[in-house]
């Protein structure tokens, strides 16, 4: 069975930084693309970030980039969203999901049951 478990969120201020995780199991973690994505209250999922199997080849929101970092460690599946200068619309639930071989971006199969982001003064 495939499962997603992210973690890492909280509440913290603008400007402040925050790390998630998301420890993958039930699949071959390597073999699979994975992204983060995130839903702010009242607002549909909005992809924020994808990176490749072998961690080769980042990609980003154009929302997100240079405050963003993905990241993976394929000998502990564990893939991982460095946030920095945070921004009250940063707020939402984010998910971690993995990607449909040879499919655009964007296009998953499988999430997790989320973590909250709360960027607020």
């Known amino acids: 069975e495939v499962q997603l478990v992210e973690s890492g969120g909280g509440v913290v201020q603008p400007g402040g930084s925050l790390r998630l995780s998301c420890a993958a199991s039930g699949f071959t973690f390597s073999s699979y693309d994975m992204s983060w994505v995130r839903q702010a209250p009242g607002k549909g999922p909005e992809w924020v970030s994808g990176?490749?199997?072998?961690?080769?080849?980042?990609i980003y929101a154009d929302s997100v980039k240079g405050r963003f970092t993905i990241s993976r460690d394929n000998a502990k599946n564990t893939l991982y969203l460095q946030m920095n200068s945070l921004k009250p619309e940063d707020t939402a639930l984010y998910y971690c999901?993995?990607?449909?071989?040879?499919?655009?971006?964007?296009?998953?199969?499988?999430w997790g049951q989320g973590t909250q982001v709360t960027v607020s003064s």
């Open positions: 999901a993995r990607e449909i071989p040879r499919y655009d971006w964007g296009t998953m199969d499988y």
């Open positions: 990176i490749n199997r072998d961690d080769s080849s980042t």
